[in-house]
């Protein structure tokens, strides 16, 4: 028995939301954690943070960017279809306390997993503000979700097609000079996140980012999440996904996510040529 496919929906250039119906994981899930999934008994694990979840539906809503042939072949599925496994919560959630002024900054497809963490912080009572940032207004995703949440959301593009002009970290660099701000969770590409601990770091300001390395069995038996954190090997699906941003080796973790980059490459090319022959 798979996991149906309830809704499908296109929220920007090769980025697509799927709401899936798994109550057990709906009910248990927390900020911060994430889920893996196959589409077929053949497929490929592909690890994605949960967006949202309804515990009394019974589904999940998972955003995911269309980036390798796994990917695309999950992009390719509509309501009625069944994902053919999907293990989790997975991951350490996010901790959450009542702490005063926090600052989330979404990147990109990061805005997604940065969505259910400014939830909960503002469930238990913190002034939350937000940045979400994309390179476009087109490519803008959570716009709506995050306004609903955040006491203020602040809205940059890299070509100023919308809000400001620029990017997360212009708007979150004023953002701490002018409030009392007591924590910065930070997620989306990794360029990003190192550079928001960048500018966070200048003030001591404490940050978490959400790691998205190679990921393969989602136990911490294969290894092949390994970073760096504070000089020591941590393995992300076990003992993150968030980490002090602060402590990350961003260098090697950048390096470690280009490891694969030409097979990958090469496996897409040939599930398009494959597609298309059979379109």
Known sequence: MGYPILAREVLADRVKKLV??????AKKRRAGQFIILRTTDAGERIPLTIA?????????TLIFQEVGKSTFELGEMYPGQELADLCGPLGKPTHIEQKGTVVVVGGGIGVAPVHPIAQAMKQIGNTVLGIIGARTKELLIMEAEMAKICDKLYITTDDGSYGTHGFVTDVLRVLIAENDVKEVVAIGPVPMMNACCKVTLETNTPTLVSLNPIMVDGTGMCGACRVTVGGRTRFVCVDGPEFNGHEVDFKELMLRQRQYLPQEQESLTMYRS??????
């Open 20 to 25: 899936v119906s798994a109550p057990l994981i």
């Open 274 to 279: 494959h597609h298309q022959q059979h379109a």
């Open 52 to 60: 949202d979840a309804d515990a009394v539906a019974g589904t999940l």
